[in-house]
């Protein structure tokens, strides 16, 4: 088996998204450099409910790093020490003996705070319901390679497409933008020959609702892409932006 050490926590308590919160310490002597950091907090609750306390509410789901649920900053990192790693990915090897972790959750208008490290993250929900789609009728799927698709075409609208909506990258900018979140959905679906059509519509009411959303603008920190566990590149933004452009001139010379 492997020897346990002890942690140092100070976790954010809140009761509700009226209620005022605060950080309460924690100390956890019964970690070992095997336990994912979620277990590492499944431990601490089972120990707080032994004594008779309420566990610290925290969001997961899959934990395998896919589902984008564990959003939680760590020692002020979005998910963590580690590079291109959510949450739930990362482990207790990479912590020592005698160390404090401040946990608390991502904070931006758009996400707030439903109880402890849980945040309501439907704003983003909300900016795909507004275009992130392709609405035509297309019918069965089509027979393989029917639609010639340009491979690099292809691997940069699936690049694209792996965000998970973590929402890691609000959590980083300092404006708290979602600007990498809505770029990255426009492009995986503007690139592709089924999106095209609709490129101009999409991205003018994605963006726009983003920005109903309390979303901060872009000031190219490149924060986001440096948290981003699926490394999803800022170009999204960049691509977001010429698209948006384009659509408002469009619109304006009509």
């Excluded at 739930?88 to 904070?107: A, K, W």
């Excluded at 998970?164 to 990258?169: K, L, N, Q, T, V």
């Amino acid at each position: 088996m492997a020897d346990t050490f002890t942690v140092h926590l100070k976790i954010w308590r809140q009761e509700g998204p009226n209620e005022p919160g605060e950080l309460v310490d924690y100390t956890l002597d019964k970690v070992n450099e095997h336990m994912s950091f979620l277990e590492m907090l499944d431990v601490l609750n089972e120990e707080i409910v032994k004594e008779g306390g309420v566990p610290i509410e925290f969001d997961y789901d899959c934990r395998e790093g896919i589902c984008g649920s564990c959003n939680l900053m760590i020692n002020g990192q979005a998910h963590g020490p580690k590079a291109m790693t959510c949450s739930c990915q990362l482990h207790m090897r990479n912590y020592s003996d005698g160390d404090t972790i401040v946990i608390e959750p991502f904070r931006a208008k758009g996400f707030p705070v439903i109880k402890d490290l849980v945040v309501d993250r439907s704003a983003f929900d909300r900016i795909i319901e507004a275009g992130g789609y392709v609405s035509v009728k297309t019918g069965s799927a089509p027979d393989a390679n029917s639609i010639p698709v340009d491979k690099s075409v292809a691997d940069t609208a699936f690049d694209y497409a792996t965000c998970i909506g973590c929402g890691a990258c609000v959590a980083a900018c300092p404006n708290s933008s979602a600007s990498l979140f809505t770029g990255a959905k426009l492009a995986h679906l503007n690139r592709l020959p089924q999106g095209e059509p609709e490129r101009a519509e999409r991205t003018v009411a994605m963006v726009e609702q983003m920005e109903e959303e309390g979303f901060g603008d872009c000031s190219n920190y490149a924060e986001c892409e440096a948290v981003c566990p699926k490394g999803i590149s800022i170009s999204a933004i960049a691509e977001m932006r010429r698209n948006y452009m384009k659509a408002a001139l469009k619109g304006s010379e009509a």
